[in-house]
Structures are given as C-alpha cells and as structure tokens.
C-alpha cells in the first residue's frame, strides 16, 4: 500500500468539480514539484559521517579535530534540513536551535525547534535570534556550525537595534509587504534594521567553521541567502527604498531616526566583505529541480512541458492574465506551443495594497485573475501555489481554476474582478471550492505554478 502521504491535502475535492481531467494534471505535476524541493534528502546526500570523519560534499574533517558541533538556522524550510543533520549526526550535536514558522509543531531530539512569526515578527523571533546569537558568539576555532538558512528568515529573526520595538518592526514589515517592492528591496530596508542580517549571522561565527545548508532561490536584485553574504546595499539605499514606495513618511518614527543616524556611523553598515574564511554554502534544493520534477510528471501524463521561467517576477494579477492570453493563442493558432502541454515557471509575484482590502496572496491572484481573460472552449488550467503552504497571510497555499471558474463564481454570485480589486481572493477560492491547502510543506522554493492546456473540454 502506498503510504506517501499528500502534501496538497484537498487534491481529491479540487479535482472534483470543472474540467476534472485537467486539473488533476495540474495537482499532480505540482505535488511532484513540491516533493522534490523539499531539502531532506539531499541533506541527508551532502552531510554523513562514520566512526572518523564527517563529510561535507567533498570536504572530509576528522572527527577528533572538531569540539563542538552547533545547528543553529531559521526559515520556512529549515525544518527538513535539520531534520536530516539530527539524522546523521544524532548526539554529536552538541547544541541546536533552529526558528520555523510558527504552527509549524515538529520537534527534534538534539536541536531545539523555536516557531516564530511570519509574515510579520514576533517576540519569539527576537528571543530566538538572542539564543542563536549566544551559540554563535561562543563557537570557537575547533567548532563546527551547520546554519539552515531558507526563505522567511527575514521576517522570522530579528535582533532590533536599540529604539526600535517589536511594534515598528512589525508595522514596517507590514508596509513593506503591501508595497509591492521586490524581496531585494524590502530587504534593504530590513538588513538595516537587525544586528544580524546582511552577511553578520556567519560573520559573529568567525573563528569557527560555519556551513550554510539553503535553498538555492537567489532573487535577481538581492544575495542569498543574505544572512551569510555580504550586503551591497546601505543605509541610502534603505532610506530611498522607503521614500520610492512612499513609505518614508509613514513608517515609525525610530525606524527613520535608526537610518537617518546610520548615514553618519559607518561602522553601523552592514559588512561589504566577510572576514570569515570558514565560510561555505551548500545548496540542497532549487528552483531548477523543482521544475524539473514537473516537467518529468507532466511528461509522464502526455503533456508536453516548457519551463517558462524559473525567476518570474511582477504583478500576480497581470500573471494570470498574461497566461490567460498564452492559453487562448495555444488554442486559436497553436502558438507558441501545441496543445497538450503544460507551462511550467517559478518565482516571486507580488501584490501591491493601498488602503483597506480582504485577504489572499499573490498566488490566490494570480489563480483567480486566469478566467477572467480566458475566452477558449477547451480545457486550461491554472494552478499558482507559494511552496511553503502558505500564501501572503494566509492560511492558503494558493489557488487552481479552469475555463469554467467564471460561469461557477456567476452562479455563486461571485465577481472575480471585484475580488481582485479589494484583493480579497482568499473568500473567493474557498466559495469556489478551488482554495489549495497543504499545511506547512517543509520547503520554500519561491511560488510555482503550472498552466495545463489540454483539448476537448469535458468539464464535470
């Protein structure tokens, strides 16, 4: 009996209604998309040891030169990645202490799991980064750090600097996540708020050994992960960042003075280059493979796959309807591709709020926003989820819909563009039976999505 259990829990209900044949495509390409960016076992390839050594990738140390091992990381998919270290290294961890989001309720025998705040910090957070800070601090020449670091760090550890309350931090992060600014540039802002960010986690490790474990999803416009590398950007830059969003006016009042004072110490700038010269990166998962898993699944199904993009950027809204507008040339002139195919892509949309507005996510959007410009008869699916489980701040992964979600939402009496408009996409989908629900997955690759296009439409 096959006990692999489903990450995508609601897949049977979403495949119950509308164009049933080719939204189970869609499901299953995306699950055997998210299964494989989920770092556990190419952890467990790069890290094992026996009786003498550890190896690291290629690097062989022997067992007796080391004196301490520490796991110390935070991030979405932290959790399999430490999962995999306690596995291969069971009481040799001396200590460990690793941040996942919080409502993420599993636990570790040797490393300490501490659930933080995110998309907007929290206390936890803070006191969690303190305790890392300690074991970082502590770390000397003959120790070795593993440092899961994945995407979400940057909203799950903080270390203020002195003035700023947990309050402004979460009421900028706020107006940072609503302002529809790149990940790189709402970093800028962040890395210059926090005593850690910026290249200073691996930094505060030096003498020691340090070996960062993350997902390989480095936006175009910022390093990653960013907590292990240098950081280009300034106190300027922050500053102009938040006067480019129109932010500036409205964000705290100690978050202004923090980096209006920063311009006058340089010795408060984030390190331009690290000092460190134990410093390694590991990738165990990336965008590449996930999207490999899919094309492989979308073959196995007798769809022909294209990778569209795996570092797709931009509105999440206009996403959908430009797949819309992708979808209806297939059909009409079976161009630029021929129907059946799948259109496979990953990275991170955004979504930009002013003023009062319902809940959803990016990917919801651009689920949603599909049927509104689809004008072809035949079968086409749109499937956009955030590979962590959860979309923007919600509880929803993201959203699937077919060319006959329009005709169902009139019947609901459902407008979908209203919907996008008062960016309340969330009430939308779970009316629509079509809100996709996973729970915390163990990874964060970015968003990923799939379009399938089929022919005869047999919707149920």
Same mark, same amino acid.
């Given at each position: 009996?096959?006990? /692999?259990?489903?990450?995508?829990?609601?897949?049977?209900?979403?495949?119950?209604?509308?164009?049933?044949?080719?939204?189970?495509?869609?499901?299953?390409?995306?699950?055997?998309?998210?299964?494989?960016?989920?770092?556990?076992?190419?952890?467990?390839?790069?890290?094992?040891?026996?009786?003498?050594?550890?190896?690291?990738?290629?690097?062989?140390?022997?067992?007796?030169?080391?004196?301490? &091992?520490?796991?110390?990381?935070?991030?979405?998919?932290?959790?399999?990645?430490?999962?995999?270290?306690?596995?291969?290294?069971?009481?040799?961890?001396?200590?460990?202490?690793?941040?996942?989001?919080?409502?993420?309720?599993?636990?570790?025998?040797?490393? !300490?799991?501490?659930?933080?705040?995110?998309?907007?910090?929290?206390?936890?957070?803070?006191?969690?980064?303190?305790?890392?800070? !300690?074991?970082?601090?502590?770390?000397?020449?003959?120790?070795?750090?593993? $440092?899961?670091? *994945?995407?979400?760090?940057? $909203?799950?550890?903080?270390?203020?600097?002195?003035?700023?309350?947990?309050?402004?931090?979460? *009421? &900028?992060?706020?107006?940072?996540?609503?302002?529809?600014?790149?990940?790189?540039?709402? %970093?800028?802002?962040?890395?210059?708020?926090?005593?850690?960010?910026?290249?200073?986690?691996?930094?505060?490790?030096?003498?020691?050994?340090?070996?960062?474990?993350?997902?390989?999803?480095?936006?175009?416009?910022?390093?990653?992960?960013?907590?292990?590398?240098?950081?280009?950007?300034?106190?300027? #830059?922050?500053?102009?960042?938040?006067?480019?969003?129109?932010?500036? #006016?409205?964000? +705290?009042?100690?978050?202004?003075?923090?980096?209006?004072?920063?311009?006058?110490?340089?010795?408060?700038?984030? +390190? =331009?280059?690290?000092?460190?010269?134990? $410093?390694?990166?590991?990738?165990?998962?990336? @965008?590449?493979? *996930?999207?490999?898993?899919?094309? !492989?699944?979308?073959?196995?199904?007798?769809?022909?796959?294209?990778? &569209?993009?795996?570092?797709?950027?931009?509105?999440?809204? %206009?996403?959908?309807?430009?797949?819309?507008?992708?979808?209806?040339?297939?059909?009409?002139?079976?161009?630029?591709?021929?129907? @059946?195919?799948?259109?496979?892509?990953?990275?991170?949309?955004? /979504?930009?709020?002013?003023?009062?507005?319902?809940?959803?996510?990016?990917?919801?959007?651009?689920?949603?926003?599909?049927?509104?410009?689809?004008?072809?008869?035949?079968?086409?699916?749109?499937?956009?989820?955030?590979?962590?489980?959860?979309?923007?701040?919600?509880?929803?992964?993201?959203?699937?819909?077919?060319?006959? *979600?329009? =005709?169902?939402?009139?019947?609901?009496?459902?407008?979908?563009?209203?919907?996008? =408009?008062?960016? #309340?996409?969330?009430?939308?989908?779970?009316?629509?039976? #079509?809100?996709?629900?996973?729970?915390?997955?163990?990874? %964060?690759?970015? %968003?990923?999505?799939?379009?399938?296009?089929?022919?005869?439409?047999?919707? !149920?």
């Amino acid at each position: 009996m096959d006990t /692999v259990v489903k990450i995508i829990k609601n897949a049977d209900d979403l495949a119950a209604h509308g164009q049933t044949k080719t939204r189970k495509a869609a499901l299953a390409i995306a699950e055997a998309a998210i299964r494989r960016a989920i770092p556990y076992d190419e952890t467990k390839k790069l890290v094992n040891c026996d009786d003498q050594y550890l190896y690291i990738g290629e690097k062989k140390i022997c067992l007796q030169e080391i004196e301490h &091992i520490y796991v110390v990381g935070v991030g979405k998919g932290a959790y399999p990645i430490a999962a995999a270290l306690e596995e291969k290294l069971g009481d040799r961890i001396d200590q460990g202490i690793v941040l996942v989001k919080k409502g993420d309720t599993r636990r570790l025998r040797y490393i !300490e799991i501490i659930e933080s705040g995110h998309p907007l910090p929290d206390q936890s957070g803070i006191e969690g980064a303190k305790r890392i800070l !300690e074991i970082l601090q502590k770390a000397g020449e003959k120790d070795l750090i593993f $440092a899961p670091i *994945t995407g979400g760090s940057s $909203a799950m550890l903080n270390l203020p600097y002195d003035g700023i309350t947990l309050e402004d931090l979460q *009421t &900028i992060n706020d107006q940072l996540l609503k302002s529809g600014a790149s990940i790189g540039k709402m %970093n800028a802002v962040r890395k210059h708020l926090c005593r850690m960010k910026g290249g200073r986690f691996v930094e505060y490790a030096n003498p020691a050994e340090i070996h960062t474990l993350t997902l390989n999803t480095a936006p175009p416009d910022m390093p990653w992960p960013d907590l292990a590398l240098a950081d280009p950007t300034t106190f300027q #830059d922050a500053i102009d960042m938040l006067k480019q969003y129109n932010l500036w #006016d409205r964000a +705290p009042e100690s978050v202004r003075a923090h980096l209006q004072e920063g311009l006058l110490h340089p010795e408060w700038e984030t +390190p =331009k280059t690290l000092t460190n010269p134990k $410093a390694y990166i590991h990738s165990v998962a990336d @965008p590449q493979s *996930t999207c490999l898993a899919a094309v !492989e699944e979308a073959e196995r199904l007798g769809y022909q796959p294209y990778v &569209i993009s795996t570092a797709m950027e931009g509105d999440a809204a %206009n996403l959908g309807i430009y797949f819309a507008g992708m979808v209806n040339e297939i059909v009409r002139t079976g161009r630029p591709f021929k129907a @059946p195919c799948a259109l496979i892509s990953a990275g991170e949309t955004t /979504v930009t709020i002013q003023g009062p507005c319902g809940k959803g996510g990016p990917n919801q959007e651009t689920a949603l926003a599909f049927p509104t410009k689809l004008y072809v008869p035949d079968e086409a699916v749109c499937l956009s989820m955030d590979s962590d489980g959860t979309d923007g701040p919600s509880d929803i992964a993201g959203g699937i819909s077919d060319g006959w *979600t329009k =005709k169902r939402a009139q019947e609901l009496g459902l407008d979908l563009v209203s919907s996008l =408009k008062q960016h #309340d996409s969330s009430t939308a989908l779970l009316q629509l039976g #079509d809100a996709i629900i996973t729970g915390h997955t163990g990874t %964060n690759i970015m %968003n990923f999505r799939v379009v399938v296009v089929d022919g005869k439409d047999d919707a !149920e």
